[in-house]
């Protein structure tokens, strides 16, 4: 549960400041943008392998079931030191960030390996290459906002909300959907959940909706 | 007591003492942020060190000749030439404000009275001619002596003028400015040994240039993949090979970097040599894969050997063997546990320089809290030193810093937690030929050098 709440927490650090860097001046920074995607999407796969871990621990309370991927057999051992590690309640919460998520991180794309290629294709007619006006299409953005609505959007916390009054540029419309897009995430009811954490054996069409996030997120990266 | 070998000191004398000589800036605590050097470099010879600041601006200072009546007391660099190199720009297409920060200075290798320098920012590359004038003519025919137009019915009589000698001014000029080239934000620029050329590196993008011309440059990198969803690292520094022109090296977000040589084909993006360290699976962490992107790479003085930094750590590489480096020296390995903090703070994406001694033998790369790294590689000893006003008075000896890690901070130690993030070096340089160090903190530029026994 930590380490769900230390990735959320991540995941929307990394927004704000994914955000917030279009603000500065000289505009979004190539390098900078690489990197807050690359831990957004640690800090994703954490979130996801470890809200499939709450899954299976309430499901099967005597073990958890861990499928041996012979891909995944060097990591096991420390994974198994892991998981012997979180019970103990005396690691601070900022700590299993550094130490136990890799080989939960590792673990994720076994189980729903994000493809970014094939989703990509479906996406391709709204090429952002162009690089002038980065609205997305109208089917895109249609289809985001009804996943969003999945979502109760109840619980908005204050710092999300002051960003789509300024939203302004390029991405008008980016800001709106990342915020709709972590009002779900950060919003605990279990009607938010679905559309963010895949059922273990449903790959790929559950892990969509936390794809569209990042590629939304790489379009930033992309318009430049 | 460790101080760092290097060109210059007398043979068998290998205790250096590193000296507080000057310090250039305000001391204000209130920085402005346009004060804030960004970039800092000698020239060839060493005599000219040059400052970049955020707000555009370039400083040159010149070392003052050796005094013989005080001969203890090394030359000091002073105030040579200030002018602004860049402006602030707006790109319409983008709705981008362009920055004027000066991210690279380089010089060009002296070949006459003048002295030429390449300044860039984000976007723009310029070459600036800084030269000395000393003599103004007088006599004119057909202006008077405060510059007015004499009416030309009067003249009467033809005289020649003569030149006088005049107080010293130093003026820069820009002769070329090289525009345009760059989709992305430019971070290095490189002077080749031909002299003739040089090259300039954006996130995806490495171009060429001839120095007479402007209008054209060649384009020998381009990392931009077809799609750019798929896009997984960018290039963060590009150099050429002090001694083979055809050799240049760039490193990536990756933390690889690419030996290209240019006979081999028009565009580059096959490399010769391929540098990469394996990945120590015990210290995989959340945030590994943006520590180990290369912030710096230089090659050393001889050719042989290339430097890389990333947040943790310097590494030095023969450029003959690409499987993993020959020397890897810890920066600030105390900071490996706070990495979530630091990005937090935004610090984790701080770009560190780091420069060689004139013979190869010593490096240095910057920290936080005003402290600064040598490695000595013959003694394999590194020092950690500090550059603070509080260490500033003339000829004071620098004391070594240490941070302490653990529970139990002996007196003069400093443990991690009070360390002040907000005052990084990221920018340093080394004399070309002697013990003299320029270190940039925040505002201020720091001198030292070596004592005189």
Known sequence: MEVQKEAQRIMTLSVWKMYHSRMQRGGLRLHRSLQLSLVMRSARELYLSAKVEAHEQTEVPSLPARSPDPRLHPLREAQAAAEAASPDGEQPCSEPMDTQEAPRAEETPARCTPHPAKVSRKRRSSSLSDGGDAGLVPSKKARLEEEAEEGASSEVPDRLQPPPAQAEGAFPNLARVLQRRFSGLLNCSPAASPTVSPPACEGKPACRPADNMLNVLVRAVVAF | ?453
């Open chain 2, 1 to 453: 007591m460790a101080g760092a070998g290097g060109g210059g000191c007398p043979a068998g004398a290998n205790d250096l003492q590193w000296c507080f000589s000057q310090v250039k800036g305000a001391i204000d605590e209130d920085v402005a942020e346009a004060d804030i050097i960004s970039t800092v470099e000698f020239n060839y010879s060493g005599d000219l060190l040059a400052t970049g600041d955020k707000g555009g601006r370039v400083v040159i200072f010149q070392r003052e000749q050796e005094n013989k009546s005080r001969p203890h007391s090394r030359g000091e660099y002073n105030v040579y030439s200030t002018f602004q190199s860049h402006e602030p720009e707006f790109d319409y297409l983008k709705s981008l404000e362009i920055e004027e920060k000066i991210n690279k200075i380089r010089w060009l290798p002296q070949q006459n009275a003048a002295q030429f320098l390449l300044s860039t920012n984000d976007k723009t590359i310029k070459l600036w001619k800084i030269s000395e004038r000393d003599k103004r003519a007088e006599g004119y025919n057909l202006k008077d002596e405060d510059g007015r137009l004499r009416d030309p019915f009067r003249i009467t009589a033809l005289r020649v003028p003569i030149l006088k000698p005049m107080d010293l001014m130093v003026e820069a000029s820009p002769r070329r400015i090289f525009a345009n080239a760059h989709t992305y934000h430019i971070n290095s620029i490189s002077v080749n040994s031909d002299h003739e050329t040089y090259l300039s590196a954006d996130d995806l993008r490495i171009n060429l240039w001839h120095l007479e011309i402007t209008d054209r440059s060649f384009n020998i990198v381009d990392m931009k993949p077809a799609n750019m969803e798929e896009l997984t690292e960018v290039i963060t520094a590009a150099e050429f090979h002090p001694h083979q022109c055809n050799v240049f090296v760039h490193s990536s977000s990756k933390g690889t970097t690419r030996l290209c040589d240019m006979r081999s084909s028009a565009l580059c993006d096959t490399h010769s040599k391929f540098f990469e360290e394996p990945e120590d699976p015990s210290s995989r962490s959340f945030f590994s894969e943006i520590i180990s992107s290369i912030s710096d790479v230089k090659f050393s003085h001889s050719g042989r050997y290339m430097m890389t930094r990333d947040y943790l750590s310097v590494k030095v590489w023969d450029l003959n063997m690409e499987s993993r480096p020959v020397e890897t020296h810890q920066v600030h390995e105390y900071l490996r546990s706070k990495l979530c903090s630091l990005y937090e703070n935004d610090c984790i994406f701080d770009k560190f320089e780091c420069c060689w001694s004139g013979s190869d033998s010593a490096i240095m790369t910057g920290s936080y809290n005003n402290f600064f790294r040598m490695f000595d590689r013959n003694t394999r000893r590194d020092v950690t030193l500090e550059a603070s006003r509080e260490n500033s008075k003339p000829r004071a000896s620098l004391k070594p810093r240490k941070v302490c890690t653990g529970a139990k901070r002996k007196r003069d130690e400093i443990s991690v937690d009070s360390l002040d993030f907000s005052k990084k070096i990221l920018h340093t340089a080394w004399h070309p030929a002697g013990n003299v160090i320029a270190v940039a903190a925040t505002n201020n530029l720091y001198i030292f050098q070596d004592k005189v026994n």
